[in-house]
């Protein structure tokens, strides 16, 4: 069994009741059995359990998860500190949680409703223990985004502070499978047509990801023995309400 | 009672070198005797702090200092675990090609977590460590020594080395003087002004040959037992940063002498002597050998005299003898300065004085 991976980093602060009620009515529309559920059972409306932290409502990060099968990871975390420039959303599915494409279809959304810089979806290799667990995880923080991108994703959203940076022109014209404007200056950049369908050899995407990287700027992404990368510099909203 | 001015801590561009940015290349951090299997060693080089060690196998990796997680100094209590860093603060694992390979309280790594790591390269007993401004991998190697891994040569380290750390001098300072050869009489008491026979810059290599009368005038000396002697100073310099020096004529001993920038005002500079073993398998200079090195360190000193001081003169009232190679080898250091770039770099120099 494999795993499905997705983050999304949003300018939108992701603060307040409203936000969050919008955000898991996408998430129930796209990966129904991810929506986090009450904490006593028997209270329905979703298949995972779910934990706030005592950071505070309604700032707080929202944390929940549950076991195999379908098993689910998710986390929201608002922004907290005036100084920071997103909000992040974490998703993590077994591919029967997720369906073949519901991640896709949730960072896409998700990427357009709250202003996305960053998104991803990818699937984990070798998640096949006894527990389903898979051999890592991936999170990524907005720290990260100011100093590197780690890879290309089967699925890569690029906002304004991408797009601004590359070039609009050289965004659209990325050689990958599929890509789809989301937005104003937000694209989604898709490997192969199918998250689950990509070819069995290793390493199948090497070749896809290095060429989009390449077109994009290979200065973008993380590499052993490169000591300086090209980020944006992302503007700091104030939002934070710590 | 005289206040003497203590050394300018100053950049060097604040000192009138034109460009801000540390040149790229290939630079002297230690001696590879020092990098234990199994230690940890913090470093500080261009403006960032650094983690050094050596993993079981023998493979030397250096980091960015600073864990990912929660932003420890990795090189101060760090430990290694096979090939793999360890973290002091929580024992987070980082593999030598900067990937987090595991978090001892959870079942799996964070495979979207990575270190810095910087191109290292050991050669002739030295670690080098590749720098460029805007991130790039290396373009040059290294050349071997000939001899060095025949054993020819006395162990490098510790005893045939010299190192003056923290010091107000610029990469470029120790670069000019390989197309400089009248500060040989005023700095290094030669008794004439060498000619400079040759010089040329070709991709990463300066190289320069002065005509030398070793020991001319002082009659029979320690180093020219046999009076004043014809030879040359062969002059290599690998980027800005490392220059190699060849005696020959007086000897086979073969110098090398670097500057690596700590930040943008403090270097550190080593020398390393190549000495030729007077006797097999013998691991420390004696007699000649050894006054030889303590000669070489206070030619070092003797240089850092000015270079401590200096202040950079980017025009300069050059007499015609020395023109011609100083300027040659400004216009080849050029490719090295990103801020250079935008104007076309000469990739090669040639000349004759």
Redesign the interface.
Known sequence: MTTHIAQVFTRDPLIGADALARLFSILARHVPGAIPGLRSPGDGGGSARAVRSVHGSPGGEIFWESRAPGRVRGGVHPMFYPTDTHATITLECDAAAAGPDGLAGFVREVSSTFGADFGYVDV?PGADGPDG????????TP??LR??L?EMWWGTVLGPAYVDLIGGDVVASAPAHEVTRLGPATYWLQLTEHLESRPTDADPLDLPRRDVAEHLGE?LF?K??????VAPRFPVLGAGQR | MVNTASPPMRSASSRGFPYRNHPTGWFHVGWSAEFEVGKVVPLRYFGRDLVAFRGESGALSIMDAYCPHLGAHMGYGGSVCGDNLVCPFHGWQWSADGRNAEIPYSTKPNRGQRVTVWPVHEVNGLVMLWYDAAGGEPTWELPTIPGYDADTFYPVHPHCTGEWLNRPVAPQFLGENLADPAHQKYVHEATDVPEIVEFSGEGPLWHSRQRMVWGRGKGDTWLTPAGGKVGHLDIQGWGIGIALFRFEGIDDTVQIQSVTPIDDTLSDLRMTNFVPRHEPNAEVPTERAAKRIEHLRRQVDRDLVVWEHMTYIARPPLPPEEAKPYLAYRRWSDQFYPEAATTPAVSAVTGEA
């Open positions: 984990l667990e898979p051999p890592g995880f991936v999170y990524l720290q990260n100093a590197w780690p200065t993380w052993a023995g490169r000591t300086s990368f």
